[in-house]
């Protein structure tokens, strides 16, 4: 009796999931649809409210830049739009990223995280031995033409790094929980 039971829940289950792929499938004239990788109505309301105000903080961002600082550009540079072209250089690879990873799996994007955590990690230690101040900024690493601060790009692999170790906290052993406290004190110590 069981077993029949199963086999009716299993096929509920697997019709519910071809209803929904077949009816969420989609739909290139609509730009929600083409961009997101969930039909928008079945997202939940704080990953609505995220994404609304990620546009709505990158639009602002650039109006605001263009406005304040038009006046140092063209006295400085000789071009009123040279900051506001420079930030949206940069904002387009920075939509593209977050594209890539709005798409991407969770799994797929902790399998790459932990050695590109290590690898800004390290470079963090490396500004404190060859880094340098751009414009009052410190911390500053200089590799080959390009100028980087690691310490702001590691901040989204630590909270996928945090995120990880604290969904296993309770499989961790005492003696590797203190060494990760430790671990903390050490960085503590590094950066003040």
């Given at each position: ?11 509920r289950?697997?019709?519910r999931?071809?209803n929904i ?7 290139p ?9 969930l039909?928008?109505?079945i997202w939940p309301y ?12 990158s639009?602002l961002g650039?109006c ?8 140092v550009?063209?006295?400085e ?8 072209k ?7 690879p ?7 990873v709005?798409?991407?799996k969770i799994?797929n994007l902790l ?5 590109i ?7 963090i230690?490396l500004?404190?031995?060859t880094?340098?101040t751009v ?7 200089i590799?080959g033409i390009l100028?980087?601060?690691?310490s702001?790009?590691i901040?989204p ?6 995120s990880?170790?604290?969904a296993?906290w309770?499989l ?13 004190w ?5 950066n003040?």
């Open positions: 009796m069981e077993i029949s039971q199963e086999k009716i829940k299993y096929k289950i697997s019709k999931k071809k792929s077949s009816n969420y499938k989609k739909n004239n609509n730009l929600k649809e083409s961009i997101f990788p039909p928008w109505t704080e990953a609505k409210i995220l994404i609304t105000l990620i546009g709505i903080w639009i650039i605001i830049l263009g406005s304040s600082s038009w006046w550009a063209s006295r540079m000789g071009n009123w739009a040279y900051f506001l420079k930030q949206i250089i940069w904002t387009i920075g939509i593209g990223l977050f594209y890539f709005l798409n991407t799994r399998k790459f995280s932990r050695i955590f290590y690898v800004l990690f390290f470079l230690f500004t404190n031995i880094g340098i414009n009052g900024s410190s911390r500053w690493l590799i100028r980087l601060q690691p702001e790009l901040k692999f630590l909270i996928l790094e945090a990880n170790l604290f296993h309770d961790i052993k005492n003696d590797k929980k203190s060494n990760f406290n430790n671990l903390l050490v960085i503590n110590l590094i003040t």
